[in-house]
């Protein structure tokens, strides 16, 4: 059967510039797969999206125009029903054979099989493969359906329709224009309240002609690009941004590069036709103003790409992706030199006007700057934060002092003017206002850095000060919420907690802090006074829900599930985890893992049970040994326990684990020849002694049952 390429457009207004790259890639893909579910798209066929500020639109190639028939099975009903004593069809039979789109004369092709415990009938036919134009219909119709709309519109018809301006659609922008084309012929398909054609609409101002006529589907975007002055392809334009953006850098100067921002680049992808990147500058004297500040709102606000030097400082040009390209630039360079100059104005004011007031001076106006309903204002926090600090600093041996008043200033730059004008620089403007107050570059950074982590792969906060208010200000917005009972549910976690538990995580892991967190989180909540209703509950919640995260932490740090979970059972100190974890990975690998692993388990349930009548004392007496097992146990047990521990205590885990595998044999012989819940008590209690050693000296490193299958 032969195949031709097929083209869906969907002609529309400006669509939301930061949605677009997901509504092409769902409209591309959801038509695709409808297609192929349908069996009017080739096995080899190769869809290409197209998504531009105007367009959403589809290229497939190898499409049929007719399906290929399917054989189908329909099951009727058991034969004791179908057919009655002589063989004949019965009434119920004809109706369900009507219902399928047979009658009477199929009777005698239907098949007999077993269905269960009865005998069932059963009709061999063929379904029609569906026509182009029907299943393109129901491609589109659900293609438009599971758009990743972020806010519906609501707009009216204009014409064809039965009420004119009265009859209304709902759709991400005002549709204006469908074309449809299975090769150079149009598909009968319809969208929106409009038909399909072939007639389409280039650049607003640059297109060579209006309306542009789509010849062939694979024309498509050649004929756009030619006629219309529109690069189609949602990748191709932004390779060509980016692309024009290195050129323009290196034309501006030397060693000079734009800034690098994924999301800028595909807003401003979403934004342009066209792109036609042009170098404008601003003002030295604005570089007097923290650079974050200037570039900040040159992304934010102008969707523009500063340039950076060499060493990564802002420099007084900045490049700008036009849609238009004029013979002569240089009206859009000094429109747009015009439109930034009053943003970077704002924030040198802003800048000027905020240095006027030290941090300090701000700190009693927290009081009046409500936090949460249930816990109080940004002052009451401030405090808690500070006695948290403190806390955690007693536990780690850093000054104490400094990490008070670094706690105590680091939410004074929410009251300022930059941070208000721009909430992404709290913290950031927190430490020059830090520098500008003649205070030391510790406390600076520990302002600045008290958010971070921030998002997976952030850097982590500097020195010891900012870790331990970073530490700080974390765990107060964990109990404060976990206390009144605010904890994520399902995908919702609206004050961002798992972000918050996995940045303590990575703090205590990667700079390997011996921090006793249940000591710390009992520290926290005890600064809440009476407003948690019952901290020793929420607290349990919490540190469940941190040790969860640490699972999932150390799983996408590339280690399985059961040796993650293996190390987090021994609740190791927090910088031994990864060392634990290459030593179970190490041990996992050795013949003799498995038996261990399953002999560990067993141990740990013969000391759950007797544990339960009372503790296991873990002493042996040798005088009590009586089977010729357990005195080789014991005797392997002197000899390998003391080597483990000595590699344990040296720092060597995986020596340590590599070690105790010695003990395989004699384990194996125990169980086998050793009956331990013995009638004789002395001889019950001292087996379970053994066992108790044993179980302490073999889950040191890493709980080793958590690896038995």
């Known amino acids: ?18 949605a677009l790259k997901k509504l092409g890639e769902s409209f591309a893909g959801t038509l695709f797969e409808q297609l192929k579910a349908q069996g009017l798209a080739a096995a080899d066929a190769q869809i290409t999206p197209f998504a531009s500020p105007r367009r959403l639109a589809a290229h497939v190639s190898g499409v049929v125009a007719q399906a290929a028939d399917k054989p189908v099975r329909h099951k009727l ?14 009434p119920a039979l004809l109706k369900k054979l009507q219902a399928v789109g047979a009658d009477a004369s199929a009777v005698p092709r239907l098949k007999r099989a077993p269905d269960g415990k009865a005998e069932a009938l059963f009709l061999d036919a063929l379904v029609p493969g569906a026509a182009l134009a029907d ?15 972020p806010k519906v519109m609501t707009y009216q018809l204009e014409q064809g329709t039965p009420l004119p301006g009265w009859d209304s659609v709902q759709f991400v922008r005002p549709a204006h224009g469908l074309v449809a084309l299975h090769g150079a012929d149009v598909v009968p398909a319809t969208a929106l309240g409009l038909a399909a054609g072939r007639a389409t609409h280039g650049h607003r101002f640059e297109a060579q002609a209006d309306p542009i006529e789509i010849p062939h589907a694979d024309r498509y975007a050649d004929v756009l690009r030619a006629q219309g002055a529109v690069i189609a392809s ?6 060509a941004i980016e692309s024009q953006l290195n050129q323009a850098a290196a034309q501006a100067g030397q060693a000079l590069a734009a800034i690098k921002d994924e999301a800028l680049l595909d807003e401003v992808t979403a934004l342009v036709e066209r792109p036609n990147v042009l170098v404008c500058a601003f003002e030295p004297e604005f570089l007097h103003v923290p650079q974050e500040c200037l570039i900040l709102t040159m992304k934010a606000n102008q969707k523009y790409f500063p340039l950076l030097d060499a060493q990564g400082r802002l420099t007084h040009r900045f490049l700008v992706v036009s849609n238009i390209s004029p013979q002569d630039a240089s009206a859009v360079i000094g429109g747009n030199e015009r439109v930034v100059r009053p943003r970077l104005a704002d924030a040198k004011f802003f800048f000027d006007q905020d240095r006027k007031k030290t941090l300090e001076s701000r700190v009693p106006q927290l009081a009046k700057v409500v936090y949460h309903n249930k816990l109080g204002t940004q002052g009451e926090r401030v405090e808690r934060v500070r006695a948290i600090a403190k806390a955690i600093a007693g536990q780690l041996g850093v000054d104490a002092a400094r990490v008070e008043q670094a706690a105590l200033l680091a939410k004074a730059d929410l009251l300022t003017d930059m941070v208000g004008e721009f909430p992404e620089l709290q913290g950031v403007m927190g430490g020059y206002y830090a520098r500008h107050d003649g205070l030391s570059e510790d ?11 921030r998002f997976a792969g952030d850097e982590l906060p500097r020195g010891q000060v900012g870790v331990v208010v970073a530490l700080a200000d974390k765990l107060e917005t964990l109990v404060g919420l976990f206390g009144i009972g605010s904890l994520p549910t399902g995908d919702k976690d609206p004050f961002a907690l798992r972000r918050h538990a996995l940045g303590v995580i990575r703090m205590l892991v990667e700079k390997a802090l011996p921090l006793d967190l249940p000591t710390v989180v009992a520290q926290a909540a005890q600064t809440f006074g009476a407003l948690l209703p019952d901290a020793a509950k929420s607290n349990a919640q919490l540190l469940a829900f941190v040790y969860e995260r640490v699972a999932g932490y150390l799983r996408e740090g590339g280690y399985g599930a059961q ?4 190390v987090i059972a021994a609740r190791p100190m927090w910088g031994e985890m990864p060392k634990a974890l290459q030593a179970v990975r190490a041990f996992a690998e050795l013949p003799e893992a498995p038996a261990l692993a399953a002999a560990n388990k067993r ?23 009586q089977e010729p097992a357990e005195q080789a146990l014991h005797a392997a047990m002197r000899q390998v326990v003391p080597q ?19 003990l395989r044999a004699p384990v194996d012989a125990f169980f086998d020849g050793v009956m331990v819940n013995a009638e004789a008590t002395d001889l019950r209690l001292n087996r379970l002694g053994l066992l108790k050693t044993l179980h302490q000296a073999m889950n040191r490193v890493a709980d080793l049952s958590r690896l038995a299958q």
């Open 77 to 90: 009903m058991p034969v004791s029903v179908g057919l009655d004593a002589a063989g004949n069809a019965t």
């Open 135 to 149: 299943g393109l219909q129901k491609a589109l119709h659900e293609a438009i359906a599971k758009l990743p709309i």
């Open 1 to 18: 059967m032969s195949t031709q390429s097929l083209l869906v457009e969907l002609f529309v207004e400006e669509l939301p510039p930061k």
């Open 563 to 566: 040796e993650a979970d293996a």
């Open 234 to 239: 949602f990748a191709e334009r932004r390779a």
């Open 603 to 625: 141990i740990g349930n013969i000391l759950k049970k007797a544990e339960a009548e009372g503790p296991v004392d873990p002493h042996v007496s040798e005088v009590l040994l």
């Open 644 to 662: 483990a521990n000595a590699r344990f205590d040296a720092g060597d885990y995986t020596g340590a684990l590599q070690t105790l595998a010695a």
């Open 443 to 453: 406390i600076a950074f520990a302002i600045e850095d008290h958010y971070k982590p």
